[in-house]
C-alpha cells in the first residue's frame, strides 16, 4: 500500500513539474529524481529456477554443495536432503567420523543414516547456507535426494507443465537486480 501511495505521489510531482516548467530538461530531471526514489524503495525480485521433469518422471539435476557438484533428485516425500555415502566422501565431508544412529525407510527398505549440516547447498542461483541434511551408509542408495529440509526454505515451488519451478526470496540488498531464470538440466 505504501508502495502504491508513493508512486502515486510521484506522479502527480512529475506531472506538476511539466505543468508548471514546461521545459524538457526541467522535465528529464524530474522523471530522473523520480525514479531515482522508486529504485531504492523496491525490492529485487527473486530468484528462480526450473527443472525440467525426466522421462523417468523425476526431477534431476546437478546441485553444488560445498562447492562440489553433484547429481540429486527432488523428493518431496524426502524430510530432510538425503546424500549417498560416495556424493559425501567426494565432497569431502568427514565420513569417517559419521554415527548412523538415524532410523530411515527408503525406496530400497530400511537403512541407517547419520545427521550432519552442509556449509552451502546451490541449486543454480538458489544457495542456502547450514543445511541439514543425512548420510546413508555405503551403498544404501544410488540418488542423493533434495528433500523438504532445502525446500521449506524457499518461498514457493510447484509443478507446472512438466517444469518443476523453484522460486527463492528477495535478496534483501539495496541493489538492483534483474528476474534470473536458470533452466537446469
Given at each position: 500500500m505504501t508502495r502504491i501511495l508513493l508512486v502515486l505521489v510521484m506522479l502527480v510531482a512529475t506531472a506538476g513539474a511539466v505543468v508548471a516548467y514546461g521545459d524538457a530538461e526541467q522535465i528529464a530531471h524530474a522523471r530522473d529524481q523520480v525514479a531515482q526514489m522508486l529504485s531504492r524503495y523496491s525490492t529485487p525480485p527473486a530468484p528462480?529456477?526450473?527443472?525440467?521433469?525426466?522421462?523417468?518422471?523425476?526431477?534431476?539435476?546437478?546441485?553444488?554443495?560445498?562447492?562440489?557438484?553433484?547429481?540429486?533428485?527432488?523428493?518431496?516425500?524426502?524430510?530432510?536432503v538425503v546424500l549417498t555415502w560416495e556424493t559425501a566422501r567426494a565432497i569431502g565431508l568427514p565420513i569417517e567420523?559419521?554415527?548412523?544412529?538415524?532410523?530411515?525407510?527408503?525406496a530400497g527398505g530400511h537403512t541407517k543414516a547419520a545427521r550432519l549440516t552442509l556449509d552451502r547447498l546451490a541449486v543454480g542461483k538458489l544457495v542456502e547456507k547450514s543445511v541439514p541434511a543425512l548420510v546413508v551408509q555405503r551403498?544404501?542408495?544410488?540418488?542423493?535426494?533434495?528433500g523438504m529440509s532445502f525446500l521449506d526454505r524457499l518461498e514457493s515451488w510447484g509443478v507446472r507443465a512438466d517444469k518443476l519451478s523453484l522460486h527463492g526470496y528477495p535478496e534483501l540488498t539495496s541493489s538492483s537486480h534483474r528476474r534470473q531464470r536458470v533452466v537446469v538440466d
Open positions: 528462480m529456477v526450473q527443472i525440467a521433469r525426466g522421462q523417468g518422471g523425476e526431477f534431476a539435476f546437478r546441485a553444488k554443495i560445498n562447492g562440489v557438484s553433484a547429481p540429486m533428485v527432488i523428493d518431496t516425500g524426502a524430510t530432510s567420523m559419521l554415527d548412523y544412529n538415524v532410523d530411515l525407510e527408503t551403498g544404501q542408495m544410488k540418488t542423493n535426494l533434495l
